[in-house]
């Protein structure tokens, strides 16, 4: 057995991030600045995008979006119940009503096929997931919603660094993303929305710092012009210099950290080749580059005889981390108990809820590492 625990993910910080993050904590002026105007540049540069505002968090970037584009009592809002569940509580907390597609059974993302079906003429927004580090196939999706006059938000907490058809995700439509520390880069928490609808993003711009008419950090008086106006009532989600100014080191490392994370994930594959009672997610046959920000494996519960949570449990006796990415929300209590959702619903999204895991995978780690991943699960499946 491994001696010391290995974490499922762990942020790499160097010590010239941390001295970034000192020179700004000594600078004054430690709150929405300098840093995150270049932060919000260099994204966009990244990404192609054509432009990005910084938030504090992928939550709170979705927020606004949805807030920007008057989702409200009435309306309908497309999502897979295969994500993380802020998009979810977010649309029912605006008195939207979510509307559940399920996903690919090997890709675990949404599609045209499964999307379509769903429209009504209450439908204001679709919201696909790029998942585990993959993209969703955006073409099929985009000439869909662009055919029925519907909204297109991507989410993209995922895919730092994702590319689709040889473009980055976030250079076309609005796109959220995350850096969570467990993300492919992280600001510590934090996340930005990019998109090429200029007056959209000008109002989310206004929405993540209480509705004013100009951000915290004004690039013309360099500070929070004291005339400024309430143009609508907003949020508090700006993003601070702190987190921004690491968030300039992590993305000049994001590239690199994401060929780590590749080279990983492809011992992963050739390894778990001769277990497959532990087979990964499928890889889409569109043209895409993959980010890795999760390693997903589906546990054959029916062959091993012990279930998905109980496998977990098993590894973590190994001293092997995992995550949970994620449990289907239509099936959570609240969900179950006040909008009536229940299994069979969605069967490929509840088949893989019930099965998938998420090993070890960060930049850090080393081949050695995956080989103790490899280990602990034929100990625990009683292989070789």
């Known amino acids: 057995m491994r001696e010391h625990f290995l974490p499922f993910s762990t942020p790499l910080i160097s010590e010239d991030e941390i001295a970034a993050v000192a020179e700004v904590l000594r600078s004054g ?16 540069a990244y990404t192609g995008a054509a432009g990005s505002v910084a938030v504090c968090s992928a939550t709170g970037g979705m927020h606004c979006v949805l807030q920007a584009l008057d989702i ?18 977010l649309i029912c907390l605006l ?41 969703a196939d955006m073409d099929p999706i985009r000439a869909l919603a662009a055919e029925r006059g519907i909204a297109l938000i991507e989410d993209a907490a995922h895919a730092a660094g994702t590319e689709y ?26 996340g930005m929305v990019c998109s090429d609808d200029s ?23 360099h500070g929070r012009a004291p005339q400024a106006q309430v143009l609508q009532p907003g949020f508090k989600y700006n993003l601070t ?5 690491l968030g300039l080191g992590q993305l000049a490392r994001l590239n690199g950290f994401n060929a780590r994370r590749t080279e990983l994930a492809e011992l992963y594959r050739e390894k778990l080749a001769a277990i ?3 087979a990964p997610l499928g890889i889409p046959a569109y043209e895409q580059l993959h980010a890795w920000h ?60 019930d099965r998938i895991l998420s090993l070890p995978l960060c930049p850090s780690m080393l081949d050695s590492d995956v080989d103790d991943v490899i280990t602990a699960i034929k100990t625990v499946l009683k292989k070789g």
């Open 72 to 89: 409200g009592p009435g309306d309908e809002v497309i999502t897979p119940s295969m994500t993380w569940v802020s998009t979810v509580n």
């Open 294 to 353: 999760l390693f997903i494996v589906r546990l054959d519960t029916e062959k091993v005889g012990i279930n998905r949570d109980e496998f977990m449990a098993a590894l973590k006796e190994q001293n092997i981390g995992t995550g949970l990415h994620f449990r289907a929300v239509h099936l959570q209590k609240y969900y179950t108990e006040h909008l009536g959702m229940k299994r069979g619903m969605l069967p490929d999204t509840e088949w893989n809820s």
């Open 29 to 44: 002026w430690i709150t929405t600045g300098p840093n995150g105007a270049k932060f919000e540049a260099a994204f966009t």
């Open 241 to 245: 210099d702190i987190a921004a100014v």
């Open 95 to 135: 008195g939207a009503a979510p509307v559940f597609a399920d996903i690919d059974r090997d890709t675990l993302m949404v599609s045209r096929k499964t999307i379509e079906p769903l429209i009504t003429a209450k439908t204001k927004a679709i919201i696909p997931v790029h998942y585990a580090g993959a993209a």
């Open 165 to 190: 058809k040889g473009e980055r995700i976030g250079k076309k439509g609005t796109v959220v993303f995350s850096f969570h520390p467990i993300k492919n880069m992280t600001t510590g928490e934090g």
């Open 199 to 221: 007056e959209l993003l000008a109002k989310i711009k206004s929405l993540k710092f209480h509705g004013l008419g100009v951000d915290a950090f004004d690039r013309q008086t």
């Open 276 to 278: 497959p009672e532990a």
